[in-house]
């Protein structure tokens, strides 16, 4: 694994620097092209019958799941037990206008994941199209989570954050939902209770304009994965690594797994994420207050550099939560 986690050290991930690495020994075929006239790249491995999509980077400026996804498919070239066993189609950037401006949106500012439903947008289209004529027994829906998130009223921060979205208003636990459950709950369990501390369950309200919520009402197992943060590794390397242990997990429970009856109980005791994190904080004795600030991310000469954004002042009521990691 020495030569994939030596590759991209950084946040900022262009397509060209993306496919500057990845092994022209793969297949790799375009299912469409961006606003911008890019192509939507995705690779193609194994021969089973069990068929996992999985797509990162549909917000151009979440790259660690990119990051884990590209050392994943490192380690999966060598295993021929899993390549026998799974189909994969694994979609890296599916913003890769975004990718390269390091933006959230679009070339056109949209948000691809409210898209599910308008498919709006050239990339929603490709996607979708792939989606229809792969018919993917699972999904895997890869994003990186703002520094901000904490795990429940820990005090910790979400390193990690699973959800097995819901399929409508009333959070129903249908097949497709109860089948992700119980591959994160797997996943859950293969973590050692230092990172399992640091692990959040994101929300489930149902948006049906979100790929996730989307593609479980259509009876798809989905499962989305959130990098976030661990201390002061701004470049996301440790969370990286995660996500990685993550996706040899996910197709492990998916694949090889045995039901387990108190899955859903498992994954219900996961806290839920919370928004008590900042990466600087200081106690004001005349305000008698807390206050917070939080970085924003900027792209500069191909780095993503972190610039204070001013102070807020926190809630007394929760100020056993807040997380900071500089105190001054």
């Given amino acids: 694994m020495t030569?994939?986690?030596?590759?991209?050290?950084?946040?900022?991930?262009?397509?060209?620097?993306?496919?500057?690495?990845?092994?022209?020994?793969?297949?790799?075929?375009?299912?469409?092209?961006?606003?911008?006239?890019?192509?939507?790249?995705?690779?193609?491995?194994g021969t089973g019958t069990k068929k996992i999509?999985?797509?990162?980077?549909?917000?151009?400026?979440?790259?660690?799941?990119?990051?884990?996804l590209f050392d994943f498919i490192e380690r999966l070239k060598g295993d021929q037990q899993l390549l026998s066993q799974c189909n994969f189609a694994l979609i890296l950037q599916l913003n890769p206008d975004g990718a390269f401006r390091y933006t959230r949106v679009n070339a056109n500012g949209v948000d691809l994941n409210r898209d599910a439903i308008d498919v709006s947008q050239p990339e929603t289209?490709?996607?979708?199209?792939?989606?229809?004529?792969?018919?993917?027994?699972?999904?895997?829906?890869?994003?990186?989570?703002?520094?901000?998130?904490?795990v429940g009223t820990t005090k910790k921060e979400a390193a990690l954050s699973f959800l097995a979205p819901s399929a409508d208003t009333d959070r129903t636990w249908t097949k497709a939902?109860?089948?992700?459950?119980?591959?994160?709950?797997?996943?859950?369990?293969?973590?050692?209770?230092?990172?399992?501390?640091?692990?959040?369950?994101?929300?489930?309200?149902?948006?049906?304009?979100?790929?996730?919520?989307?593609l479980t009402q259509k009876g798809v197992p989905t499962i989305l994965v959130e990098a976030g943060q661990w201390g002061s590794d701004y470049d996301r390397v440790i969370t990286r690594r995660l996500v990685y242990e993550s996706l040899h997990h996910l197709v492990d429970g998916f694949c090889i797994a045995p039901i387990e009856t108190d899955a859903l109980e498992t994954?219900?005791?996961?806290?839920?994420?919370?928004?008590?994190?900042?990466?600087v904080g200081y106690f004001d004795p005349l305000k008698q207050l807390w206050l917070g600030m939080r970085y924003s991310e900027q792209l500069q000469n191909e780095r993503?550099?972190?610039?204070?954004?001013?102070?807020?002042?926190?809630?007394?009521?929760?100020?056993?939560f807040f997380f900071f990691r500089e105190l001054k």
């Fill in 53 to 68: 999509l999985a797509w990162a980077q549909m917000h151009g400026n979440e790259t660690t799941t990119t990051r884990g």
């Fill in 177 to 214: 939902r109860l089948e992700a459950v119980r591959i994160i709950s797997h996943v859950y369990r293969q973590f050692n209770r230092s990172v399992q501390h640091r692990i959040g369950r994101f929300d489930d309200r149902f948006d049906p304009q979100c790929f996730g919520d989307y």
């Fill in 267 to 279: 994954y219900l005791n996961i806290p839920e994420n919370t928004q008590y994190g900042y990466d």
């Fill in 125 to 150: 289209k490709a996607f979708m199209n792939f989606f229809e004529g792969f018919a993917p027994d699972l999904c895997l829906n890869l994003h990186d989570q703002r520094t901000r998130f904490t």
């Fill in 3 to 45: 030569k994939a986690f030596s590759v991209f050290p950084h946040r900022y991930l262009s397509q060209d620097m993306l496919m500057e690495a990845i092994d022209p020994e793969l297949e790799c075929v375009s299912i469409g092209q961006s606003v911008e006239g890019r192509s939507i790249y995705c690779l193609r491995l």
């Fill in 304 to 320: 993503v550099v972190f610039e204070e954004e001013g102070y807020e002042e926190l809630d007394p009521a929760a100020d056993d």
